[in-house]
């Protein structure tokens, strides 16, 4: 896992905050370990927009059928209030 940090509302992909297995391996994510526990809804489209901190988990299943577990947390960080009349910008 990479630690990922955004602004409130940018979009990201989920993927790129984990450190993915080598070669070819069909990988489910989804918000709550008992979704993973379960193998139900995962997300289909993992490019989210996020206005809090949220942990995602992820399962990784190799051609072999090896299966590898892990989680994620991207850190959301709050927008600020400059006014109505103010061009904001936020960068990591």
């Given at each position: 896992?990479?630690?990922?940090?955004?602004?409130?509302?940018?979009?990201?992909?989920?993927?790129?905050?984990?450190?993915?297995?080598?070669?070819?391996?069909?990988?489910?994510?989804?918000r709550?370990?008992?979704?993973?526990?379960?193998?139900?809804?995962?997300?289909?489209?993992?490019?989210?927009?996020?206005?809090?901190?949220?942990?995602?988990?992820?399962?990784?299943?190799?051609?072999?059928?090896?299966?590898?577990?892990?989680e994620?947390?991207?850190?959301v960080?709050?927008?600020?209030?400059?006014?109505?009349?103010?061009?904001?910008?936020?960068?990591?």
């Amino acid at each position: 896992q990479r630690p990922t940090t955004v602004c409130a509302e940018q979009p990201i992909d989920v993927l790129t905050s984990f450190s993915l297995v080598n070669g070819p391996a069909t990988i489910r994510i989804y918000r709550t370990t008992a979704d993973r526990a379960a193998d139900v809804n995962t997300l289909t489209n993992t490019v989210v927009s996020l206005t809090a901190t949220t942990t995602f988990y992820v399962s990784m299943t190799n051609a072999a059928g090896c299966t590898r577990f892990d989680e994620t947390t991207i850190d959301v960080t709050p927008l600020p209030n400059a006014g109505s009349n103010q061009t904001l910008v936020c960068s990591n």
